[in-house]
Each structure stands twice: as C-alpha cells, then as structure tokens.
C-alpha cells in the first residue's frame, strides 16, 4: 500500500474561494481522521469517521468546512468561502479498525488562502 | 474529553546528551500513548508507543515510560544525534473511542 495520500500538497487561493482538499486512506483501515496543523495550536482534530460515517465533527471550526467520505477509498474537507486564517497544513489520518493502533497520516495539504 | 500537557515547547541539546519530553493525560480511561516524530515540512509518523499494561518499552535509543496513577508518560532520547532534530507529538487514547488527542508537540534541537 502507498500509505495515506493527500492531494494536492500546496494549494493558494484567494479569500472568498472554495477550496477542496482530498485523501485516499490505507485500504482496509476504518477509521479516517482530518486534521489541521497550526503553529500557534498544534494538531487541531476537525472530524473523523468510522466505515465512512462522521462520528464527531465537534472539531470543525465553522459552518464553512465540511467533509465528505462517499465510499472506503475517499474523503474530502472542503472550505466554503475560505480566509486568510485557514492558512494551515490540514492533514488527513487513518487507522485500523482494531483501535489504539498507530494513526498513519498522509503527506499534508498546505493551504494559503490570500 | 481528554486533555493531553506536553512540556517543554522547546528542547535545546548538545549531540551526545539525553533528551526527556513528559506529557500528561486526563483521562483514566486512556490505555495508549503513541509518539510521533515529525521533521521539518514532513507528515507525522509513529516512532513508539506503549500501552497501559506496561511501565517501560524500549527501542534502541528511544524508551517511554508511562505512570498510570500520576497520568503522566514520558519519552527518553539517549545520546541525541543531529537527525533526532524534530518535532516529537505525544498523545493518548481513550479505550472505546480511539480518537488519539495529541499534545501541543516540542520541538527538539540537536546541536551538533
């Protein structure tokens, strides 16, 4: 398997855009995890799901990101308009069912929003 | 929810020294505490973990203890080398919901 993949890895857009970041996670795990990485606040979770249902998108910081996982294969986070402070590397994750297992993340997506 | 402490931000250390990076956790429930490395401008991968029915795990130069009763796990870095330079994520899961909640992460230089 080639790991969890992301893409695009760097994204710049302007204010007000929308902006739709992907991921394939590792076959056959159940979990899948979006993140965001900042400097000023670390790993951020925003949702994740379990066989393709979200369970907790308590982390999703306003009504302008939403995500989507339509089958085992494929997830995304889309921004809906986007600003400036949602400048970050989002990272997606993924783990096996079995659970308390190590968390495989993809290469990133770094987003610039001008 | 559970809440993880990482201390120090920010760990400056002599080739050769030891580097300990300690995280707390809140939750009792919590029975597994990976630790991530990442370097600069890469993803975050899994270096070692430990579960809650062991103490002490040990992998060449890198071990992590764990004090359940005090909730407080540990990563131990002997004889530091220039590649070690990074940013270490400890963080602990919950039995039953499997979400890892990572600490604010510290960022270790090695100086040669």
């Known amino acids: 398997d080639a790991g969890v993949i992301q893409s695009p890895r760097h994204e710049v857009t302007e204010m007000g855009q929308e902006v739709t970041l992907r991921c394939k996670p590792i076959s056959g795990h159940d979990y899948l995890f979006w993140y965001r990485q900042t400097m000023m606040r670390g790993l951020e979770l925003l949702i994740y799901?379990?066989?393709?249902?979200?369970?907790?998108d308590s982390g999703m910081p306003e009504d302008r990101f939403s995500a989507k996982m339509p089958n085992a294969s494929f997830s995304t986070l889309k921004i809906q308009p986007s600003e400036p402070r949602d400048s970050a590397v989002y990272f997606c994750?993924?783990?096996?069912?079995?659970?308390?297992?190590?968390?495989?993340f993809g290469q990133g997506t770094r987003l610039t929003v001008v | 929810g559970e809440n993880v402490e990482q201390h120090p931000s920010t760990l400056s250390v002599q080739e050769g020294d030891s580097a300990v990076i300690k995280c707390t956790y809140s939750?009792?429930?919590?029975?597994?505490f990976p630790w991530y490395k990442q370097e600069l401008g890469k993803r975050p991968q899994l270096i070692i973990d430990?579960?809650?029915?062991?103490g002490e795990k040990k992998d060449q130069r890198i071990a992590v203890t764990l004090n359940k009763t005090a909730k407080h796990f540990s990563l131990h870095i002997t004889e530091t080398q220039p590649e070690d330079s990074a940013v270490y994520f400890c963080?602990?899961?919950?039995?039953?919901?499997?979400?890892?909640?990572f600490g604010r992460g510290t960022s270790l230089i090695v100086h040669p």
């Open positions: 963080a602990a899961v919950p039995g039953g919901s499997y979400i890892p909640t």
């Open positions: 430990i579960r809650s029915n062991v």
């Open positions: 799901f379990n066989n393709n249902v979200p369970i907790d």
């Open positions: 994750a993924s783990s096996a069912e079995a659970g308390n297992t190590e968390a495989f």
């Open positions: 939750d009792s429930a919590s029975n597994y």
